[in-house]
């Protein structure tokens, strides 16, 4: 199963530039990397990215981040996936640009790259 992480430009270039990252602003107060399912992935650009372009999505394969992945409750009672150690660049199947048209970000196929 692939899950997906949001950055701004400046928070992919980091974790480029590093190798792996504690995540954006929000991960860092919270003690962990905030990740989304597909499913999650519309509300969540909705919700914590609306109006914002430049926005990178990655992919991961959740069975790669195990042990340090966990399902918690979060928005609506939905079980959430929550990484506790850095993101590394070995964790990223796939990568590339979220475009936004009027009517908002625009995720497009999700099953690119294996889907694990």
């Known amino acids: 199963m692939q899950i997906f992480k949001v950055f701004r430009a400046p928070e992919w270039a980091q974790m480029q530039r590093d190798g792996q ?4 602003p929000v991960d860092l107060a ?3 990397v905030h990740l989304s399912t597909a499913e999650q992935l ?3 650009l909705s919700k914590h990215f609306a109006g914002e372009t430049g926005l990178i999505l990655l992919a991961c394969k959740a ?8 399902w918690e409750v979060s928005r609506g ?4 996936p929550h990484l506790y150690r850095p993101l590394r660049m070995n964790d990223i199947v796939w990568s ?3 475009a936004t048209t009027d009517q908002g970000h625009e995720t497009g196929d999700l099953g690119w790259g294996d889907p694990g």
Do not use: K
């Not at 990252?21 to 954006?24: E, K, N, R, V, Y």
């Not at 069975?63 to 966990?70: E, K």
């Not at 009672?77 to 959430?80: D, E, M, R």
């Open 96 to 98: 590339r640009a979220i």
């Open 21 to 24: 990252t504690l995540g954006a």
């Open 63 to 70: 069975h790669d981040l195990a042990p340090d992945l966990r």
């Open 30 to 32: 919270d003690g962990y």
């Open 77 to 80: 009672g939905a079980l959430f």
């Open 42 to 44: 519309p509300v969540t």
